[in-house]
């Protein structure tokens, strides 16, 4: 038996895993190990900052419940989430498909359906506006049948999950593109919001003297037969966190503005907002390109 040193350990470890049977997971584990060896080594990590690590860790799992996901929120303040997000962009965005964003940690599956021009406000009041426009493909073409899928904040910036019963869904829903590939969304004006700062993320944030904001935006996920899953966002341009996103998500393509009086509004007197989005056809093999979940679907798996 060879003694182990700071340098050899790795080495070690590594070996013992190497009769993982799934290759990824090989690949994946050996990569990790050497990454996470050679940070310890470099910034010459005490013993007391390695417990303090395993406990914010446990803090964070702690957090955890089936209506907050906290491992995704840290994730996301990582910019890993971001990263993951940009890296799948560059790897299967084709053409002139409309850039994604996170799916982020407030998505639930299963919200209400809605008519065309129809509110997702059930029960939250505010300002009102109108979002629509067309599902195209590569081409141009409208996509019809497509499901339009959106969630936000309501006008106080807060999702539905922080303020009311779990089983209430509110500022969610789903639409269906008509035969032309039009949609058409009324909803309240969003409001930028501070990620939650009552737990373990948030006091990492605080202490980093971040401001923890996100810009004001609204979140679609579009999704029809044929075709790649589209998980994006758009985000109000006036807003004052619109270069400083705290968790990195905007893209300048994405950013959009209130407009009164815009041509082809189903309510002209009403701020809109008109924006085409752009799916691809899917690849064989393609992957989901979800850089978040439902915070139920998590904690049950």
Known sequence: MAD?????????????????????????????????????????????????????????????????????????????????NLMDDQANRTGEATETSLLGPFYREASPQYGYGESIAAHAKGPEMMLFGRVLNEAGEGVPNAVVEIWQTDADGAYDLQTNDPDVMDMRGQFRTDAEGRYA???????????????PVGELVRKQGRHGFRPAHIHMLIGAEGYRELVTALYLGDDPHIDSDTVFGVSESLVVRLQTGLEGSPAPDLPSVRYDFRIARRAPHDTSARVGADPSKVAAE
């Open 4 to 84: 182990l040193d700071q340098s050899t350990v790795t080495d070690a470890v590594i070996a013992q895993m190497a009769s993982t049977s799934d290759p990824r997971l090989r690949e994946v584990m050996e990569s990790l190990v050497r990454h996470l060896h050679d940070f310890a080594r470099e910034v010459k990590l005490t013993p007391a900052e390695w417990l303090a690590a395993i406990g914010f860790l446990t803090r964070v799992g702690q957090a955890c419940t089936p209506i907050r996901q906290e491992f995704i929120l840290l994730s996301d303040t990582l910019g890993l989430s971001r990263l993951v």
């Open 185 to 199: 969304i009324r909803t309240l004006v969003p409001l930028g919001y501070s990620i939650p700062m009552d737990g």
